[in-house]
């Protein structure tokens, strides 16, 4: 295994903190990481989806959907209508 050296200054270091809690990564070491994991099956453009944030969109939606709090409609305009609705 090969080390990685990465000399920031502390105004780098804050907003790298800074960045790392609001994408609700509990350290900063592991926003960076993240940053710098390789994984030649996972397409670069999607990266996004394997970030914390939003890993744990996925796991709530998939509790809401284990739990029946879903809604399905035959058509859009149904689906509109009910989105509208929700509005008044």
């Not at 960045?19 to 509990?26: D, L, P, Q």
């Not at 940053?35 to 509790?63: C, H, M, N, V």
Request: aromatic share 10%; hydrophobic share 35%; glycine share 4%.
């Amino acid at each position: 295994m090969s080390e990685l050296v990465i000399h920031v200054t502390n105004e780098q270091r804050q907003r790298i903190e800074k960045v790392a809690r609001e994408r609700g990564y509990k350290a900063p070491d592991d926003y960076l990481l993240a940053l710098f994991e390789i994984d030649s099956e996972r397409d670069p453009d999607q990266a996004y989806f394997w970030t914390q944030q939003w890993q744990a969109g996925e796991q709530a939606a998939d509790k809401d959907i284990a739990a029946g709090r879903v809604e399905t409609f035959d058509t859009m305009d149904d689906l509109l209508t009910d989105l509208i609705s929700d509005d008044e």
